[in-house]
């Protein structure tokens, strides 16, 4: 982990240059979890258009620290989904062992200070994982955490796409999808009650709202075979999110694209735009 007195931070690259702010932000949020410095450290220095940095890498092992010696539930459900959204945009292979981002932000670091700080990112991920689990009964009275929750839950089992999925589309109140076969965009609404199935439309139901949706077959949970769609079901089982769980059968169901009428497989649609 590269201390925070280390001077190697000077080398570092945020979306705004060099980040030799971030281990002050960091130092004074060990002190004090403040929203403005969170804000800052996390939106303006580690985090910016769904974007990482090479100092976000070398920053998450401090907020790892942070939350492990923090009392409050609040602080380590935030730190929880904030570095879950970091990993979702983590461009980089299992395998690899220095990011990408060193080599675009032509970062000056011997190759051995590169791996240690990527290796350090790696190993606080997995704890941090392991932190959700002492979390799921405060998330179960946070109605408007769970999505980012489960987007955290998924980034850390290494399911970034269906991560980004969830930052994206949070509310569960539209859905976009890409036909694989003619590349035309279609919607997934709900139905008017906002309660019942999901609706196929060709058309955003917002600029044509008299039209009409195409019906979705679903297939029986047991069937589904997608990793990462039984990894959200069974969190969202785990937390309670109810309005989730009555769509996730719907969001891997099947139907004919509006378009072109080729048969459409809803899920693998859905997050291959991520």
């Not at 979390?135 to 991560?163: I, N």
């Not at 076969?181 to 709202?209: H, I, M, N, R, T």
């Not at 999110?241 to 809803?266: I, K």
């Amino acid at each position: 982990m590269l201390l925070l007195s280390d001077p190697r931070w000077q080398e570092l690259r945020g979306p705004f240059g060099s980040s030799h702010r971030v281990p002050m932000l960091l130092s004074r949020l060990k002190e004090q979890y403040d929203p403005e410095v969170r804000d800052e450290l996390y939106w303006e220095q580690l985090f910016h258009q769904n974007t990482i940095y090479s100092c976000t890498y070398a920053a998450v092992p401090h907020l790892f620290m942070l939350a492990q010696t923090s009392g409050h539930l609040e602080t380590q459900l935030d730190i929880y989904i904030s570095c879950g959204m970091f990993e979702a945009n983590n461009p980089n292979e299992p395998d690899c062992e220095i990011p990408a981002e060193f080599a675009r932000d032509r970062i000056a670091l011997e190759p051995e200070a590169a791996k240690e700080i990527y290796r350090a990112y790696r190993e606080a991920l997995a704890v941090l994982a392991g932190l959700g689990e002492s979390l799921v009964s405060y998330v179960r009275t946070k109605e408007t955490e769970k999505r980012y929750f489960l987007a955290a839950s998924a980034a850390y089992a290494g399911f970034r796409d269906a991560a980004s999925m969830l930052t994206v589309f949070p509310d569960g109140e539209e859905y976009v999808l890409g036909c694989p076969a003619c590349g035309e965009d279609v919607y997934l609404w709900p139905d008017a009650q906002q309660s019942g199935p999901l609706l196929l439309y060709k058309e955003d139901p917002v600029f044509a709202p008299k039209k009409e949706g195409l019906r979705i077959e679903v297939r029986p949970s047991e069937t589904i075979e997608e990793l990462n769609w039984k990894h959200l079901y069974l969190q969202a089982k785990r937390i309670e999110d109810e309005a989730f769980l009555a769509q996730l059968p719907w969001l891997a169901g099947e139907s004919d694209c509006p378009h072109c009428g080729v048969p459409l497989r809803l899920w693998p649609a859905l997050l291959h735009m991520f």
